[in-house]
């Protein structure tokens, strides 16, 4: 949804899953890149969504039937049935390829990721605070293990903006990438492992 910097509802949702999914159970797959089309790569949930939630006073996790997500292997279980921790379920690398705006839901989940690969130009921001919400879906528990607590209670407590130099400057970012360049270098690097290491000491380490 490029048009809306890829604001995330309920389908968007049911569809990363499944197509994680896929992936995770694709032989041929090496890894898995998340980003965003267009010039953004998440900028949280949609507010219609939001506007829905505060109306009927639930969240509503139905995903269409042909969404289902099935990892094809019962070793996942149970781990691969929450609504956004199950990325850290997953065995293969994944990579958030943040190419622009990344705030919200979608920061979380680009601290989901096992990578981040950033756009110089790409721009943070955790926003709960300004909305009223705490530091939700795992951001109090990870961010701080990312770039240490004084740190992500900065990050969390003024909402601010800062850019992709300040996220790598911060520990946030694990490559910084020229504008436009975040996919083919979490590509490349993605086949550089495929070349050189074992897909099974990834798995486990």
Sequence with gaps: RPDRLNAMTVRMLAEIRHASAVAEADPRVLGIILTGAGRGFCAGMDLSALDEISA?????????????????????GEDFTGVYQYFLKLRKPVIAAVNGACAGLGFCF??????????????????????????????????????????????????????????????????????????SVAREYLEGLAAKVSPTSIMVI
């Design 56 to 76: 009927s006073g639930e969240v509503s996790r139905e995903a269409p039937p042909a969404l289902a997500a099935d990892p094809g292997d019962p070793a996942m």
């Design 110 to 183: 680009a601290l989901l990721c096992d990578l981040r690969f950033v756009d110089r130009n790409a721009k943070f921001s955790t926003a709960f605070s300004q909305r009223g919400l705490v530091a939700e879906h795992g951001a109090s528990w990870l961010l701080p293990r990312l770039i240490g607590p004084s740190k992500a209670l900065d990050l969390l407590w003024s909402a601010r903006r800062f850019d992709g130099v300040e996220a790598e400057r911060l520990g946030l970012a694990d490559r910084l990438c020229e504008p436009g360049t975040t996919v």
